[in-house]
C-alpha cells in the first residue's frame, strides 16, 4: 500500500519558521516528481511547490517563492518544505504528493498524503 505521510506542521508565530516532513512507504519515488500544495478553509487547494526527481528542478507559487524551499532525499524516499518568515496567510492544510511522472509539474498529481496543519498567527 503506498502511503505518503507529512509530519512537522503546528503553530508558529508570524516571522517564524517550520520545516514539513513527507516520508513515502509502500513504494520509492526516487524517479517520480514531487510536490507540496495547501488548503485554506473555505479555499480551493493550491499548488505551493515542486521538484523533479532528481532534486535539480523546483519551482514555486508566487505567494512563497522566496521564503519556501522544496527539497529531497531519494534515498531517505522523502522530501521536505523549509517555510520562512511565515505570514498568517500561509495558515492552511500541507498537503505533500507524487506524480507518476519524474517532470515537476503544478498539476497531474496521483497520490497523496493525509495533511498536516500549518497555523501562523499574527
Known amino acids: 500500500q503506498v502511503q505518503l505521510v507529512e509530519s512537522g506542521g503546528g503553530l508558529v508565530q508570524a516571522g517564524g519558521s517550520l520545516r514539513l516532513s513527507c516520508a513515502a512507504s509502500g513504494r520509492t519515488f526516487s524517479r517520480n516528481a514531487m510536490g507540496w500544495f495547501r488548503q485554506a478553509p473555505g479555499k480551493e487547494r493550491e499548488f505551493v511547490a515542486t521538484i523533479d526527481w532528481s532534486g535539480a528542478g523546483t519551482s514555486y507559487a508566487a505567494s512563497v517563492k522566496g521564503r519556501f524551499t522544496i527539497s529531497r532525499d531519494n534515498l531517505k524516499n522523502t522530501v521536505s518544505l523549509q517555510m520562512n518568515s511565515l505570514k498568517p496567510e500561509d495558515t492552511a492544510v500541507y498537503y505533500c504528493?507524487?506524480?507518476?511522472?519524474?517532470?515537476?509539474?503544478?498539476?497531474?498529481?496521483?497520490?497523496w498524503g493525509q495533511g498536516t496543519q500549518v497555523t501562523v498567527s499574527s
Open positions: 504528493a507524487a506524480r507518476s511522472s519524474s517532470a515537476y509539474s503544478t498539476s497531474g498529481y496521483d497520490y
